[in-house]
């Protein structure tokens, strides 16, 4: 049986082409369900106030610096979005005076114009949301050197290869509204994949590359990040791929409920504890991962139930 047609966006893949049981399943799970979807190698955690949740995913940043050493240099892999995280991670390095230059950052990605990575001056840029957030905030005395802050490219394979010179304790990820962790968006239904989403092994395959944008994506970050205006969202990006996934030794998601909805945040926990990973819902692909957390601040788990406004 050919799957059905997304219904927001025809010519591509998104989870509205999944069978009506898994999404009705979703939309039924309680806020006291999710802890219960937790499973060897999927852990579920529930911060009760936004201080606690924020300051928790940064002190996953210091705990992965405090692992590294000469011999084996180590850090982690940061997404924008969220970003609240990034001013506490400056401050807790400064005021504890942590010494970073064992250290490694991964940005997760970078939007994409005319074919080059954004430039450090593009108001939506990350690369320059990360700096001027984070490490431009701490003391240069304690700051990595800038060789170990790395930044997807659009040209070169740098970026790539160097999750194989440090070890990535901790990939951590925002989730989007079409399902995604960097910019690991669904495919276009066109060519091989016109009548079946990409098999998760194949999906598997994609390393860090410049990525076309679903619709979904365009329109969620032009509302988070730039006032609704779409035209001033760019419609290709770089994302760190499944393959640098794979490296990194865990996968944290952190759910704060302003670039996802109460059942997207559901229905990926769902498929990663059932294990129904399918390529439509790229963030359910996280289910063969061998060590996987979601991460929700409890006033943004919500509801899926109609209520009018």
Known sequence: MPRKISRVAPEWWDYTTLEDDILNDAARLTAADLPQ???????????DTVEDFYLAEALEYVWCWQQATPSRPAGLCGPIGPTEQLPLVARIVNELGVKLHNCHFWGMDEWVLDGREAGIDFPLGFAKADMDLCFNRMDKKLRMPMENIHFPKAKGKDYSKSYDEARCLIMQGGQGEVKHWAFNDPLKREGPWKDHPPAPAEYRKLATRVVDLHPMTIIQNARTSGGGVVTQVPSQALSVGPVETWKSEKVSIWHPGTHDNPFGMRLTALMISKRVPDSSV???????????????LRSAIGSCAAEMH
């Open 282 to 296: 790229p963030m359910s692909l996280l289910a063969d991962h061998p060590n996987v957390q979601f991460n929700y």
């Open 37 to 47: 979807l937790a499973r060897p190698g999927f852990a579920v955690k529930i911060y």
